[in-house]
């Protein structure tokens, strides 16, 4: 089966570094995405893994480690506004099938 | 910027009802997707489309069919509403590449009474 696996809630305060965890079980891979979505709103797209390291961009980074079946999503200097929800999805195959989801991990920031 | 518009935000049915819940993409986008989002359950996909005409069912297709006659348009139908069909309702659009993220609309929230 396929099961994507991430911590439902996680809490930090301002200006700290968070990372948060994903790892799945999937009958094929052809990468990792992470998604921000607050609340009441649509999720947006925030990176892509497809290949094993690290990506980098801004305040936010993404790891990737194809053989264990892990990734995280790294915070730095975080911020209130950084209080969402923050989704994992596999994509299994090239093509012919869509994004599965993890069921999201909420993150909230306090001052 | 690619758009993804939902035709409605706020939608209340009766149980029994047909309901057509629309979604339009501005970006030319081979792919459309409609998912459901319920608390707890995060985001499970009930059908998607790789062309006009072309269909596949996802995780949860029971209940829903789809539609898509255009390119642009792929409409998620629920032949007879029921309770448990109350949800958050996404609509998102991707190229046909495997690395091209979704683009989700803002998100139908139907409610069946």
């Known amino acids: 089966g396929q099961n994507i696996d991430q911590p439902t809630e996680m809490t930090a305060t301002e200006g700290a570094i968070v990372q948060i965890n994903c790892t799945y079980q999937?009958?094929?891979?052809?990468?990792l995405f992470w998604y921000q979505q607050h609340a009441g709103e649509a999720p947006t797209f925030l990176s892509y893994?497809?290949?094993?390291g690290l990506e980098e961009k801004g305040r936010f980074s993404s790891f990737l480690s194809r053989s264990k079946g892990y990734s995280y999503l790294l915070l730095k200097e975080l911020q209130m506004k950084d209080s969402a929800s923050y989704l994992c999805a596999v994509l299994p195959n090239q093509a012919g099938t869509a994004l599965i989801f993890g069921k999201g991990t909420t993150l909230s920031v306090s001052s | 910027d690619v758009k993804v518009t939902q035709s409605s935000r706020y939608l209340v049915k009766r149980t029994g009802e047909k309901v057509f819940l629309e979604c339009v993409q501005d970006?030319?986008?081979?792919?459309m997707f409609w998912y459901r989002q319920d608390p707890g359950l995060g985001l499970r996909l009930i059908y998607f489309?790789?062309?006009?005409?072309?269909?596949e069912k996802g995780d949860i297709p029971e209940g829903y069919s789809v539609s898509r006659e255009k390119k642009e348009r792929f409409s998620l139908i629920l032949e007879s509403a029921s309770t448990n069909q109350t949800s958050m309702y996404l609509c998102?659009?991707?190229?046909?590449?495997?690395?091209?993220?979704?683009?989700f609309g803002n998100g139908t929230r139907l409610t069946v009474t």
């Open positions: 998102a659009s991707s190229l046909g590449t495997g690395g091209s993220p979704l683009h």
């Open positions: 970006m030319d986008h081979e792919n």
């Open positions: 999937t009958s094929g891979f052809n990468g």
């Open positions: 489309s790789y062309d006009v005409k072309m269909k």
């Open positions: 893994n497809v290949l094993d």
